[in-house]
């Protein structure tokens, strides 16, 4: 298999059972979101005895869908298991309030020419990425939970109250 099939076959390969994941995982993984743009909860066990479930990851995303324009893109199992990780290091049983999971190129575009510190290449573009708040915990609180775990990218927004995680390199802002 060349280069070039191998990255074309790389998001099946994301969602193939999940075996290979950190032995630090449980086998049983579940996660609760409330999209807080299109008012919908959704609490699913996506990782059962180790192996993925199609109906569930199916349920994410959709509910991390482009609210703006509808679109639905996969998301990627690595930022379900940090946020997995997340949700077991803060010890809430509060869901995922989302701001923002996956972004359309036209979405990304047009909150670039209108907010500042929008990343032209976001990971949000690949279902990477995702803007989340916990309510009974403070964005700082969150932050450094998410930090503390060093499995990719996190910001911090005080001022309109989200935190940033990715499964892009390991950096803070």
Not at 43 to 61: F, H, M, N, R, T
Not at 108 to 114: I, M, P, Q
Not at 139 to 148: F, K, T
Request: neutral net charge; aromatic residues 6%; charged residues 20%.
């Amino acid at each position: 298999m060349g280069l070039g099939a191998a990255a074309l076959a790389y998001p099946l390969l994301s969602r193939i059972p999940c075996f290979a994941t950190p032995l630090a995982l449980p086998p049983d993984r579940s996660l609760s979101f409330f999209n807080t743009h299109t008012m919908e909860s959704a609490s699913v066990e996506y990782c059962q005895a180790g192996c993925l479930l199609a109906p569930s990851l199916e349920k994410i995303d959709y509910i991390l869908r482009d609210h703006r324009s509808g679109e639905i893109k996969e998301i990627d199992v690595r930022l379900l298991d940090l946020l997995h990780s997340l949700s077991r290091k803060i010890a809430s049983d509060q869901p995922f309030h989302v701001i923002s999971g996956y972004r359309s190129p036209q979405t990304n575009a047009l909150l670039r020419e209108h907010t500042s510190g929008v990343a032209k290449n976001s990971l949000h573009l690949l279902g990477q990425a995702i803007d989340i708040r916990v309510p009974g915990l403070t964005v700082s609180d969150l932050y450094r939970a998410a930090v503390s775990l060093r499995s990719g990218g996190v910001g911090r927004y005080p001022e309109a109250d989200f935190v940033h995680v990715d499964v892009g390199r390991v950096r803070t802002w």
